[in-house]
Each structure stands twice: as C-alpha cells, then as structure tokens.
C-alpha cells in the first residue's frame, strides 16, 4: 500500500485524483444520494462526481443566518452547560453562547459537564432549575445524559435547547420521546443534527479517499457512548462505501479514557501494530491538542499519515496551515454561529414563536483551501447578521 507524503503539491492535487480513483473505488456502481449531501455528491459514481463533491465540501455548506427576529425578552436568566471545559471546542460554544446572550441583555451562568464524569452534565441541568433559570443551553450534550433533569425541565415549563447533542427520539439513543424543548436546525438542507453530523463524516471520507489514490488504511477512532460522534462515524463509513480499496482498523474508546489521558496511548498502540496505515480519522480537534499531535510526531510517520480531524479549532487550523503537528485536514464546524441560533431559538421561544433552521453549515478545510494567514476564512459575519436581527449594536 503507498503511503501519502503530504506534501504541498499533493494536497493541491487531491481534487484531480478523486477523478482517479472513482474507477479504483467501484465507479458504475449506482448508490442513493444521502439526504443532505451536496449536490454532485461522491456518493454516486464517475469521476467527474467525485471531483464535484469534494469541490462542494471545500465551497461549504453554510446558507445564512435569519434576517429577521423578536425583539430581546429582557430579564432573563440563562444557564449555558457544556460537554465539558476541557475540551476546546465546547468551551468555545459555550463563551459563544455567553457573548450572544450577553448581547440580548440575560445573565449568563456557565456550567461544566465535565465529560459526564459522575453524571456532571446532568447534575448541571438540576443546579441550573435549582437557582431558577428561565432556559437553559446545553453544547454537545446528549439527551442520554440528563434525562430525567430534562422530563423536570419540562415539568418547570423551563426550554432547554440542544446545540449539537443528539435527542432521545434518535435511534441510536432508543428512538423514544424527544426530551429537550428544541434542537438547533442547522439549514435547509440539514433538517437535524444527525443528518448534518452524518454528513461531514461522508465528508472526511472524500478526502481521504482523495489523499490516498483510494488505497487507504484508515486508523479510526471509535467514540463510543457519544451519539454525535457515532453519526459522524456513520457518515464517514457511508462515505467509504464507494472505496473498494480502503481498510479501517477502529480504535474504540470512551470519555473516561479523554477524562484520565489513556487515549494518547490507544492511539499509540493502534500505530505501533499498524505499521502499514497510511490514513487516520481523529473525532474531534481537541484529541490533537491532549496528546495526539505528539504521538504522530514521535512516530515519525507524519509524513506517512493522510490525518483528518473533526472541528477546525483555532490550535489546530494553525497545525494545519504551517504542516505541524501532524493534522493535514479539518471538517469547520462553526460552533459560534449555532451557538448564537441556540441564543436566538430560545429568545423566539420566550417570545411565544417557533424556532427556525439558523442557516449554519460546514466546510472541508486544509493547508490550501479554507485558511488564509492561519486562520479560518468565515464568508459569513454570522454575529452582524444576528445582531441586526435583533435590533442590539
């Protein structure tokens, strides 16, 4: 199996060689477009598809944020709790969602869910009906984790609004009643959050399909218990379907192994007895930032390695810019921006109105395409766009 040397001139001719690999992986085999997939997806054969697909995933997804909106409910008190503050990407949903409510005029309160540890995440959820919120916002947090605090919730008549976790009416969580008042609706054409996380999964899947000549040996890691990141592994298995050449070797773990600092070491392992594997899948950006980055580096085989994170944090968009640090590419999620929906669903509802779809998409971002000066180019100031919605400077 050959392995990638991801040098410069290769990333920019990794659109030109999904072309190629479209007859490797199985091209004139029909399949379903997924629903929510660009158009042209990869998912349907020939070349020329495969090209489109990859091109949408660079171009984005994102639509934009609505122009209109209630006038602020002034008064009230919100409670933001995230999956946990040591992982980077909720903390900055959580500040996001903070900065947004703060601009409405609520007070702000912030609570760690510490990874589940103990049942913290639900336990913030009864901290925050204890202390009388009037709603609540909850990042990345499944229904799984708090539900009875969300049945007391409701009881209370007090929203919570899920940004980015996944509800108990999803199969994967026993496919029961929905518990949260509302899930933020990312666009159009990603009516859910499972259909929306499937998607970018498909997305890190073109890619390394792209960056391997689709030949790849896949070291994937498995978060298992989190039903955000098993969509997201759904979509990127669906993504390889099309690859009759690829290989994926799952690395499952758990929050307890983020928790006490084991997964560096899965990851190490999974290296050591794959000496052949020329690709990697890493859940989320944070994993780089506890330990990942030094693994690959210590292995001496960065330059060996196709590696694709989750969320573009800022960190790693650095990594990814100056090809340090051993991530090659990202999936953007734009956690500010369905942070401010969140803020702008629950004011809705406070004012007796129903929650919209709030536009936000993703984006596929490497050394060549998304970043510009190490940072993520945003073609949408999403901030503006809520702010003059709500008539707040």
């Keep these: 199996m050959p392995a990638p040397r991801l040098t410069r001139?290769?990333?920019?001719?990794?659109?030109?060689?999904?072309?190629?690999?479209?007859?490797?992986?199985?091209?004139?085999?029909s399949a379903d477009t997924a629903a929510g997939e660009p158009a042209g997806s990869s998912s349907a054969a020939g070349g020329e598809q495969g090209v489109d697909a990859l091109q949408a995933w660079y171009d984005g997804t994102a639509e934009q944020p609505p122009t209109t909106s209630p006038a602020p409910v002034a008064g009230k008190e919100v409670w933001v709790v995230t999956c946990a503050q040591a992982s980077l990407g909720c903390k900055l949903g959580g500040d996001a969602a903070v900065?947004?409510?703060?601009?409405?005029?609520?007070?702000?309160?912030?609570?760690?869910?510490?990874?589940?540890?103990?049942?913290?995440?639900?336990?913030?959820?009864?901290?925050a009906l204890s202390a009388g919120a009037d709603g609540v916002l909850t990042f990345s947090i499944d229904c799984a984790n708090m539900q009875q605090g969300l049945i007391e919730a409701s009881t209370a008549k007090v929203p919570v609004i899920n940004i980015s976790g996944i509800d108990c009416d999803d199969p994967l969580l026993g496919g029961t009643d929905p518990l949260f008042a509302h899930s933020v609706?990312?666009?159009?054409?990603?009516?859910?959050?499972?259909?929306?996380?499937?998607?970018?999964?498909?997305?890190?899947?073109?890619?390394?399909?792209?960056?391997?000549?689709?030949?790849?040996?896949?070291?994937?890691?498995?978060?298992?218990?989190?039903?955000?990141?098993?969509?997201?592994?759904?979509?990127?298995?669906?993504?390889?379907?099309?690859?009759?050449?690829?290989?994926?070797?799952?690395?499952?773990f758990a929050g307890a192994d983020i928790a006490t600092g084991k997964l560096p070491a899965k990851f190490?392992?999974?290296?050591?007895?794959?000496?052949?594997?020329?690709?990697?899948?890493?859940?989320?950006?944070?994993?780089?930032?506890?330990?990942?980055?030094?693994?690959?580096?210590?292995?001496?085989?960065?330059?060996?390695?196709?590696?694709?994170?989750?969320?573009?944090?800022?960190?790693?968009?650095?990594?990814?810019?100056?090809?340090?640090?051993g991530q090659d590419a990202a999936v953007s999620l734009p956690f500010a921006w369905s942070s401010y929906g969140a803020v702008d669903d629950l004011?809705?509802?406070?004012?007796?109105?129903?929650?919209v779809a709030q536009g936000f998409g993703f984006q596929?971002?490497?050394?060549?395409?998304?970043?510009?000066?190490?940072?993520?180019?945003e073609k949408v100031d999403f901030r503006a766009a809520y702010r003059a919605a709500w008539g707040v400077s």
């Design 9 to 29: 001139m290769r990333r920019v001719l990794a659109v030109l060689a999904v072309a190629a690999l479209a007859t490797a992986c199985g091209a004139g085999e």
């Design 99 to 127: 900065e947004a409510g703060t601009a409405l005029g609520w007070k702000m309160e912030v609570c760690d869910g510490k990874f589940n540890a103990g049942g913290a995440q639900g336990a913030c959820l009864r901290q």
């Design 185 to 252: 609706l990312p666009s159009s054409a990603y009516p859910d959050n499972a259909t929306y996380l499937e998607a970018t999964g498909e997305a890190r899947a073109d890619w390394i399909i792209a960056q391997t000549d689709g030949k790849a040996k896949i070291l994937a890691m498995d978060y298992e218990g989190q039903a955000g990141a098993a969509h997201v592994m759904k979509g990127f298995e669906r993504g390889l379907e099309k690859c009759g050449d690829c290989e994926v070797v799952t690395i499952p």
């Design 268 to 325: 190490q392992a999974a290296l050591v007895q794959n000496p052949d594997a020329n690709a990697a899948y890493v859940t989320f950006d944070s994993f780089f930032l506890t330990g990942i980055s030094q693994t690959i580096a210590a292995s001496g085989r960065t330059d060996q390695l196709a590696v694709i994170g989750g969320e573009a944090l800022p960190p790693n968009v650095e990594q990814i810019a100056e090809g340090s640090g």
């Design 347 to 355: 004011n809705r509802i406070f004012a007796g109105e129903q929650p």
């Design 364 to 377: 596929l971002v490497d050394a060549d395409h998304g970043i510009e000066g190490g940072q993520l180019v």
